[in-house]
């Protein structure tokens, strides 16, 4: 009876942090897209530029944030396998609701540059709540808890430019910035009150010789660790490299008489909303059958979609296909972080999953310069045939490095 009551109570306490961190990954995310869509209006207003130095601002002040994240991840991931993922959760929170708050007080652009860089280096909270979820909660449930957090992470990154285009159109570029600080100094208390550690920290000086041994060179799955790195940042770049021509694409194939800015916020939305849906349900089926399976199908049907996307001329159709393309990350995402789980020791799971978090940055980085360079060296229908090679691709180098996944 004793045990029964205990067994409760840890999964109380998994499905609180489930929660607390959902919400918290979702408004993560949200702080670094919400103000895509107004972010060249809001440098505007901060002094007087041409269109190509603006052009050249509003890419620095987007890339900066990712940038720095992909410098730092893998320090803080570090940290956190020391001193616990919890402090990591709090620093990144409180360190994000100050930072995006003080955007909506700067006076000059490069205040505001300063500031997007700062946001990256006070990042860190999805890859340690990942982690956290992925030590603490029973390992029979942790494919379905992991596709849970990528709906937040996921959702966050994708709704968050139709939220904050709602909200700036209600409260201003600037009340954006502090709503949105606001929600992060709230996602800081509930992590301060509401989620619990069991894991023990590793000690720095009486585990020194355990750390050492655990050196990512060491690891005896590290091929399948860096195929997952690469996978994570292939979806990051398929994902967003449609970002900097979608109105235009939109514009082009809407024969209808819907405001075009009106669907390009649907179907931004759409991939996020899907995966909302199917997350948890793939994260279950990849405990039942094995995440690798489930990782295949991912790569399959993306492919399977991004095809058709190129010859698409009704905007309804783009419609579906961007829903089924969050189908396909709903699939691969959460397959990811639990053979990321499975395959390193657990004093370096904040390490691999910082790491996961810098790809994902350097793909948030490459996929819009990727995607712009493409569409003008062969027009809009090319970046998704583009998207279309840099699957197959993954999908080829995650076969050769599949045989190091261990039969459970």
């Not at 009150?193 to 010789?209: G, Q, R, Y």
């Not at 490459?366 to 493409?374: D, K, R, S, T």
């Amino acid at each position: 009876m004793t045990k029964k009551n205990t067994a409760l109570s840890i999964e109380a306490e998994a499905n609180r942090n489930l929660v607390v961190l959902w919400f918290g990954v979702f408004m993560a995310g949200m702080g670094f897209s919400a103000f895509m869509p107004f972010l060249p209006l809001y440098i505007e207003q901060l002094g007087h530029f041409d269109t190509a130095t603006l052009n050249i601002l509003s890419s620095v002040t987007f890339a900066i944030s990712f940038i720095m994240t992909a410098l730092v991840s893998p320090y803080w991931g570090k940290l956190a396998d020391k001193y616990g993922r919890k402090p990591m959760l709090i620093r990144a929170a409180l360190g994000m609701a100050i930072v995006i708050s003080l955007m909506a007080c700067v006076t000059n652009v490069w205040q505001l540059i300063v500031l997007r860089a700062l946001q990256g280096l006070f990042g860190g909270f999805i890859s340690n709540a990942t982690a956290l979820i992925a030590t603490q909660t029973p390992k029979a449930k942790a494919g379905r808890a992991l596709g849970i957090i990528v709906t937040g992470t996921t959702s966050g990154q994708l709704i968050g430019p139709l939220l904050g285009g709602i909200i700036s159109s209600m409260f201003s570029y600037r009340g954006t910035f502090l709503i949105t600080g606001f929600f992060l100094f709230i996602v800081t208390i509930l992590v301060i009150f509401a989620v619990t550690e069991n894991h023990k920290p590793t000690e720095l000086v009486s585990n020194d010789k355990q750390v050492a041994s655990h050196s990512f060179k060491d690891l005896p799955n590290k091929n399948l660790l860096i195929g997952m790195f690469i996978t994570t940042m292939v979806i990051q770049i398929v994902n967003t490299s449609i970002n900097p021509i979608m109105a235009l694409f939109v514009r082009e194939i809407n024969h209808t008489s819907w405001n075009t800015t009106l669907l390009v916020g649907i179907i931004a939305a759409l991939p996020g909303i899907s995966t909302i849906i199917a997350a948890p349900r793939f994260g279950k089926i990849g405990d039942k059958i094995g995440p690798q399976y489930v990782l295949i199908g991912g790569f399959i049907l993306a492919f399977i979609v991004q095809i058709p996307t190129a010859f698409v001329s009704s905007i309804f159709v783009l419609m579906l296909l961007r829903f089924m393309i969050g189908i396909s990350d709903a699939a691969m995402l959460p397959q990811i972080n639990s053979l990321m789980t499975k395959s390193s020791p657990s004093e370096m799971t904040s390490r691999i999953f910082a790491y996961n978090q810098s790809f994902m940055s350097l793909g948030g980085v490459f996929g819009p310069l990727i995607g712009a360079y493409v569409a003008n060296t062969w027009g809009y229908r090319a970046i998704f045939i583009t998207g279309a090679l840099f699957i197959v691709a993954n999908f080829l180098h995650f076969l050769t490095t599949a045989k190091q996944i261990k039969k459970k």
